[in-house]
């Protein structure tokens, strides 16, 4: 609905691109992730595993990183691009992994999936919040489809 703006013609003229590839493989990693944190061995730590996770990931970032560097795409490093490393590195990609680690120990992988749902809702109401960007009836839509899709798989 907030891809689509509420026009089904607009959903069904979607094309796919290599983006939308990617993330959808994103998608089905994350549900591995999620699924792979009830597996965790006894007795090991659930920060020495994040810890290990974020190990694995930036050993595997590193190649691209290496990519964009030779092309010539550097960061520039000013005060508010540090800073929004250091956001970025501390809490979404931290602070934001322990909370999700700790909901899926006490709710159990299936309910915590369901919350990823939620960034379209909070990247709305942040763009209108940041962006003063104005909130559309697709939108509103949207997020009430969202809520009402979580609410009607945490009944009982």
Excluded: C, K
Excluded at 11 to 17: D, E, I, M, V
Excluded at 31 to 49: D, F, K, N, S
Excluded at 94 to 108: A, D, K, L, P
Excluded at 119 to 128: A, K
């Amino acid at each position: 609905t907030i891809i689509s703006r509420g026009e089904l013609a607009t959903l069904l003229a979607l094309t796919l691109n290599i983006g939308d590839l990617w993330m959808l493989g994103a998608v089905f990693v994350w549900a591995l992730y999620t699924i792979g944190l009830h597996w965790r061995p006894a007795g090991v730590h659930p920060m020495l595993l994040l810890t290990a996770f974020t190990g694995v990931g930036l050993i595997a970032l590193t190649p691209a990183y290496a990519w964009e560097m030779v092309a010539g795409r550097h960061v520039i490093l000013t005060s508010a691009s540090f800073l929004g490393i250091v956001y970025v590195g501390t809490l979404p990609s931290f602070v934001g992994y322990i909370f999700y680690n700790r909901g899926v120990v006490e709710v159990g992988a299936n309910r915590a999936s369901l919350f990823i749902h939620l960034m379209p809702v909070f990247g709305t109401l942040l763009s209108s919040l940041f962006l003063g960007e104005v909130a559309q009836a697709y939108h509103y839509l949207g997020i009430a489809l969202i809520f009402g899709g979580i609410g009607l798989t945490m009944a009982r």
